[in-house]
């Protein structure tokens, strides 16, 4: 017999409705990504109380805000999503050196183990990040879709430089409308086709990396 289940969605913190889909496609797509849908319980000792009382940071500095910090780790991977706040800052240099910062406050976020799942944790450096690029910190507005103007871009972070979240875990249709572009060790997925349009530029291996990252191009993307 074939069954069907409703299938909806969560994106980085958004709900979105799918489809109806045979469950055998569905479970295809889940063995194809890795998810993890069978796994052994946790056994090591915790900490109940640091768990129940924990909370993740936000940081603020004069140009930007990251909050809505979440966990999404998996046992040999630690992984972070957050959201990202620069207000109306238009310029694509600028907003590539505002996420590089961001990258660099939240991929050493600590994390706490779960009760339930195993899973990386600690200081150590972030394995990958997922973090949605807004204008403003509004109630509403908060969804990935081209249509929405308060929506930037979608940064992939991976610490490896290879995405292990195919099409940013949005259902299709939406992510062929963005704009892609790799710099490096960030994935990004833009809205708007104009800032995803890269400038021929010379360079020495010893200047500044036209990512906005401050580093060096041979120690960033030239790397």
Same mark, same amino acid.
């Given at each position: 017999?074939?069954?069907?289940?409703?299938?909806?969605?969560?994106?980085?913190?958004?709900?979105?409705?799918?489809?109806?889909?045979?469950?055998?496609?569905?479970?295809?797509?889940?063995?194809?990504?890795?998810?993890?849908?069978?796994?052994?319980?946790?056994?090591?000792?915790?900490?109940?109380?640091?768990?129940?009382?924990?909370?993740?940071?936000?940081?603020?500095?004069?140009?930007?805000?990251?909050?809505? +910090?979440?966990?999404?780790?998996?046992?040999?991977?630690?992984?972070?999503?957050?959201?990202?706040?620069?207000?109306?800052?238009?310029?694509?240099?600028?907003?590539?050196?505002?996420?590089?910062?961001?990258?660099?406050?939240?991929?050493?976020?600590?994390? +706490?183990?779960?009760?339930?799942?195993?899973?990386?944790?600690?200081?150590?450096?972030?394995?990958?990040?997922?973090?949605?690029?807004?204008?403003?910190?509004?109630?509403?507005?908060?969804?990935?879709?081209?249509?929405?103007?308060?929506?930037?871009?979608? +940064?992939?972070?991976?610490?490896?430089?290879?995405?292990?979240?195919?099409?940013?875990?949005?259902?299709?249709?939406?992510?062929?409308?963005?704009?892609?572009?790799?710099?490096?060790? +960030?994935?990004?997925?833009?809205?708007?086709?104009?800032?995803?349009?890269?400038?021929?530029?010379?360079?020495?291996?010893?200047?500044?990396?036209?990512?906005?990252?401050?580093?060096?191009?041979?120690?960033?993307?030239?790397?």
């Amino acid at each position: 017999m074939l069954l069907k289940w409703w299938c909806t969605g969560t994106v980085l913190g958004h709900h979105y409705f799918d489809m109806v889909r045979p469950f055998d496609n569905v479970m295809k797509g889940v063995i194809e990504r890795g998810d993890c849908i069978i796994f052994d319980a946790s056994t090591e000792p915790i900490d109940m109380q640091e768990i129940k009382n924990y909370r993740f940071p936000n940081h603020t500095e004069k140009e930007y805000k990251v909050n809505h +910090v979440e966990d999404a780790s998996i046992p040999d991977r630690k992984r972070l999503k957050a959201h990202l706040f620069i207000g109306d800052i238009s310029e694509k240099e600028k907003i590539l050196e505002i996420i590089h910062r961001g990258v660099d406050w939240l991929k050493t976020v600590r994390n +706490v183990p779960s009760p339930t799942l195993p899973r990386k944790y600690g200081t150590m450096d972030a394995d990958a990040l997922y973090i949605n690029v807004y204008r403003n910190d509004a109630r509403g507005n908060k969804e990935l879709f081209p249509n929405n103007d308060k929506f930037i871009c979608f +940064v992939d972070y991976n610490i490896d430089g290879e995405t292990t979240l195919e099409h940013g875990d949005l259902p299709i249709s939406i992510w062929k409308q963005l704009h892609h572009e790799k710099l490096g060790s +960030v994935q990004i997925a833009w809205r708007e086709g104009k800032f995803a349009i890269r400038k021929e530029i010379k360079m020495g291996r010893n200047g500044p990396c036209p990512c906005g990252s401050g580093k060096k191009y041979k120690k960033c993307c030239g790397s």
